[in-house]
């Protein structure tokens, strides 16, 4: 079975400074890992993802992440936030079932930014 | 490009009475397609999944049903709303098993379904 934890419910941060988002999973498999981002009523965007190449991966928007398999991480991080980067942000993880990849989500971290 | 449309946006019912939200996809052939449920405040929660044309397996008893009519065309569907029936739904698709590496899913604008 897998699951994801995301360490926090919310997170704030001031414009311009670093964004960490923290994420720990737990799989039977080599798994593959997503961060999907969610501005209010709407869909989710697929941030990046994680598929057993490289380590660092690098998304839209600035961000990316980093599997790190001996922490069961996969923290996702931006340099300097902007505005516009205010939103919920699900930690992902893919599991084949039955006939049909599915998705554990994370219950999600609200980022809010700080003039 | 692949697109996905859900349609209303918005919905306001009564309780009592049926439900139907549509969900298609463009661009694409044999999708594996999913209806999510996000109540306020929470995380996804999986209600279906189709992995062709009227295959669907169900994650959660409910008095919800979906249906697969097309290959892009996945709809869920009530007899009878409840008011725990409230909350955002959103219809998904991804590659099928065939193309390894379409793990992700790609996702709807969203319904927002109020009960009354």
């Known amino acids: 079975a897998q699951s994801v934890t995301q360490l926090d419910s919310h997170v704030s941060v001031s414009e311009g400074t670093p964004v960490l988002l923290r994420c720990n999973y737990s799989?039977?498999?080599?798994?593959?890992l997503f961060w999907y981002v969610q501005h209010p009523n709407k869909g989710l965007q697929l941030l990046l993802k994680?598929?057993?190449?490289?380590?660092l991966v690098k998304g839209i928007n600035g961000f990316e992440a980093e599997f790190k398999k001996s922490e069961t991480s996969f923290h996702l991080t931006k340099p300097s936030a902007h505005m516009s980067d205010a939103a919920e942000y699900f930690c992902v993880v893919s599991e084949l079932t039955g006939s049909a990849r599915q998705l554990t989500f994370g219950s999600g971290t609200q980022l809010t930014v700080l003039p | 490009s692949q697109t996905i449309h859900q349609w209303p946006a918005t919905l306001v019912q009564p309780v009592g009475s049926p439900l139907s939200l549509e969900c298609t996809v463009e661009g694409t052939s044999n999708p594996n397609l999913y209806w999510y449920r996000q109540a306020a405040g929470r995380g996804l929660q999986l209600l279906f999944y189709s992995v062709g044309i009227g295959q669907i397996s169900s994650e959660v008893p409910q008095n919800l049903s979906a249906s697969r009519p097309q290959d892009r065309q996945f709809i869920l569907s009530s007899k009878k709303l409840l008011l725990s029936d409230s909350g955002f739904y959103l219809c998904?698709?991804?590659?099928?098993?065939?193309?390894?590496?379409?793990?992700?899913?790609?996702f709807g604008p969203g319904t927002r379904l109020t009960v009354t």
């Open positions: 998904a698709w991804s590659g099928g098993l065939a193309v390894s590496s379409s793990y992700e899913q790609y």
């Open positions: 994680y598929t057993s190449a490289a380590t």
């Open positions: 799989s039977s498999y080599s798994p593959s």
